[in-house]
Each structure stands twice: as C-alpha cells, then as structure tokens.
C-alpha cells in the first residue's frame, strides 16, 4: 500500500458555470491528522464528497487507500468512518435501530466500543432521532463513524455550531484515532484554533484552489507578526513586499508577513520605521492575513 | 506532569511542549530519572496528535534533558543542567528587551537604569537576609 492514504491529482469540478474545485493536488499521509480549511463555500464539502466517492471526478484523479472510490465504494467506504456536515440520519430510527441498521454495512464493527462510546457520549439506546439536540446529534453521527474503527476517519465541519462540551468530544475522538496505530483523520473545520490545536498537517482552500498545503509547524514558523512604528503618520500603510495585512493608523501598525524577513526589515528601516515587537501569529491570524492578501491581488 | 498549552500563540506546540517541559525541571517539579507520560498518554491528555509530542521529546532528547530508554520510556535525564547557557540568555534577554523598552518609552537613559538595576539588587539581596 502506498504511505498516502489519500492521493488527489489534477481534481477539478464544475457545478453549472461555478467552478467548484480547480485543478486540485492534495495528499493525504497515513497516520497524520489533516486539517482543511477555507471561507464558506471554498470546496471543502465538495472536496470531502470526491474522496468519499459521492461525487464523480470531471476531471483528474481521487485515489483513497490506492483505491478509485467511484469504483469500489465498498473497498473504500468499508474502511472510512465520516461525519457529514448535514448529519443526515435516518429520522424514524431510535438509536437502537441506528446502531443495528448501520452496523449491517460494516463487518468490522465493534458491538462493545459502541458502547463504550455509547456511554460516554450519555445517549439512550430508546431515544428517537428527531427528539436528539444538536450536540446529541453530532455525538451519534461520530458514534457510527468510528465504531467500526476505520482506518480512515473524514469529518466535514464536525463541531461547528456545537457547544464546548461536545466539542471537546470530537477532538478526543480525533487524537483517540491517531493514537491507535497508523490511522488517518482528514477533518474540515472553521475553527482555526481547533485546526491549529490538532493538525499534522494543514490545506487552506480558497475558490476551489489549493493556496498552501504544509506541515503546521512549517506555516506557523514562517509567518511572523511585526508592531512597528514610524517617525509619522501614516495615512495609509506603505507598500512592502512579504507584508500580507497590515492593521492601525497614525504611527503604529501591526503587520502579518510571510518570509522575507530581511527585505522587510531593510525596507522598514528605510522608512526610518521602528520594530517594537515579533510575536508568532495564530492559525487563525495567519488565514486572515492570506485570505485579505488574496483579495487585495484580486481587487488590482 | 501539568502542561498548559496556549492557543493565543502561534509557536508550535511541540516547541511549546518541549519549553514547559524544561521549565519544570528547571524548577525541580520534574526531578531526575523521573519518567514522563508516554507519547500517546501526553497527546490524549493534551488533545494534540501523538507526532507532536513525539518532536517535542526528540528535540528534548537531542538537547540532552531527556533520555529514551528503548521499550521502557522517557525518562528526565540525570544532573544536566536543565537550561542550556543559551537558553537561559534567551529567556533573560526577553526580559530585558521589554525593561529597555519601557525604559527608553519613560526616558530613562542607561547608565540611570543600571544605577537602579543595582540598589534594586542590593535590595533584593538585604530582603533575602531578613526572610531568612
């Protein structure tokens, strides 16, 4: 078997005249746990639905344990536990009938890890679907994705809209799958520092392109946050290479860069403008600053 | 062995891991020969994957404050100075760095701030004495 679980080449997918995904390459490791991000509606439901074999590429290639997943949903579906964003389950079901009606589907299902999960989660066997609350919801949806202990476990926006507790859940759930031995989690998340928190990896998606793909660590140590002042006002902020964002008025400014620290520093010094402070920028802060650049290049 | 990570930083956390970790040797919470969590234990109760903190005990090990002992663990290793000389220089230099910043803000030259530095140690030493 090849050491990337997920292998996506050349991906692209139109829906009507929106282009959904352009010419997308991402691989996924065994073993780490990948974090993907991006503005709503960047692809990245599209994106998980290609890897589960719900969608059909238009173009380029979605290989999943070295597998077409379009071809062989059972080869590749058997192996991975997902949660939709939509948590689509059955709604007439009690989550007894749950258990059993998706237990069918996997010969690996673990009856007493599901109730080990079952009892920590505190979800009743008699409860019907329709009566579970959002958290409840979510909690079931995991339960069934990883009771079968899939090597695999793909995520879509798993704890958006949840509350701490249950979100805490999900990231447990997370770490408790990479620790077993050599599995995988691909997970989608809006929350930048959950992502930043649980990641090996990382890929940030804008309009259906890849704009980085990194280890975590690499993204984090090449950015820096730079508070500078000048001898003057600004009225605007001057242009600099390497500066993604910049925020604040009259002298004082805070700049979010990428590399090219000592161009910077030799432009600022120009400017007679001095460094007061470096600090290392979140995820979060790091998103923001790619994502304004990007409409900035957009916009001229 | 308590370790809190922030998320309000972007230093990666295996750095954040490995720098708390030395800090509590540094101040006798973890001592000598002291074994610490395994990999997968620290990333379940850290809620970080477990290849975070296997780097963070390389880089540990490589710096000599740890040792692996094949199938046994990691162990704190024995009467090594837990901070390095250059370790120990970057803390007290950020430490420093905000002093002569928010000295030169309030208009304090430096001859004047190493005056006061000194009565300040003075002080700080006669204190000592009388907790004693």
């Known amino acids: ?300 | 062995m308590q370790i809190q990570l922030s998320e309000a930083d972007g230093t990666p956390y295996y750095l954040q891991v490995a720098n708390q970790v030395k800090f509590l040797v540094a101040s006798g919470r973890l001592e000598p020969h002291e074994q610490l969590p395994s990999v997968r234990g620290l990333a379940q109760q850290l809620t970080i994957t477990p290849n975070t903190v296997a780097r963070a005990y390389r880089e540990l090990e490589s710096e000599g404050v740890v040792i692996s002992k094949r199938g046994a663990g990691v162990f704190i290793s024995n009467g090594v100075s837990p901070l390095s000389n250059k370790e120990k220089r970057r803390i007290l230099n950020e430490r420093m760095d905000a002093l002569l910043t928010e000295s030169r803000q309030l208009g304090v030259d430096e001859a004047t701030l190493l005056k006061l530095l000194r009565q300040r140690s003075q002080k700080f030493d006669l204190y000592k004495e009388v907790e004693k």
């Not at chain 1, 709604?91 to 690996?108: D, G, N, Q």
């Open chain 1, 1 to 300: 078997m090849s050491e990337h679980v997920i292998e996506i080449s050349d991906l692209s997918r139109h829906f009507g005249k929106k282009q959904a995904l352009a010419n997308v390459n991402l691989s996924v490791p065994e073993g780490c746990v990948f974090g993907l991000v991006g503005e709503n509606g960047a692809g990245k439901t599209t994106l998980l639905k290609h890897v589960l074999g719900f969608l059909k590429p238009q173009q380029g290639t979605v290989r999943v344990f070295g597998l077409d997943p379009v071809v062989d949903p059972p080869g590749v579906l058997g192996r991975v536990g997902h949660l939709s964003e939509t948590r689509d389950l059955p709604t007439w079901m009690s989550i007894r009938e749950l258990f059993e009606f998706t237990r069918a589907f996997y010969p690996k299902w673990d009856p007493v890890y599901a109730e080990e999960l079952r009892n920590m989660f505190e979800l009743s066997l008699n409860q019907k679907v329709p009566t579970l609350s959002r958290g409840q919801l979510a909690r079931a949806g995991l339960l069934l994705a990883l009771a079968h202990r899939p090597p695999l476990l793909v995520l879509d926006e798993p704890s958006s809209g949840l509350d701490p507790v249950v979100r805490k859940d999900i990231l447990d759930a997370i770490i408790r799958t990479v620790v077993d031995e050599g599995r995988t989690v691909l997970f989608s998340s809006h929350l930048l520092d959950e992502v930043q928190r649980v990641s090996d990896r990382i890929a940030i998606l804008d309009q259906g392109k890849i704009l980085l793909a990194s280890p975590l660590d690499e993204v984090l140590v090449s950015h820096y946050q730079l508070t500078v002042s000048f001898q003057e006002p600004q009225p605007f902020f001057p242009q600099l290479t390497g500066a993604l964002m910049w925020t604040g008025s009259g002298r004082e400014w805070k700049i979010v860069c990428n590399g090219q620290k000592q161009e910077l520093e030799a432009a600022l010094q120009e400017l007679n403008a001095e460094i007061l402070e470096q600090n290392a920028p979140t995820l979060e802060e790091i998103f923001v600053a790619r994502m304004k650049s990007v409409e900035r290049s957009a916009a001229t």
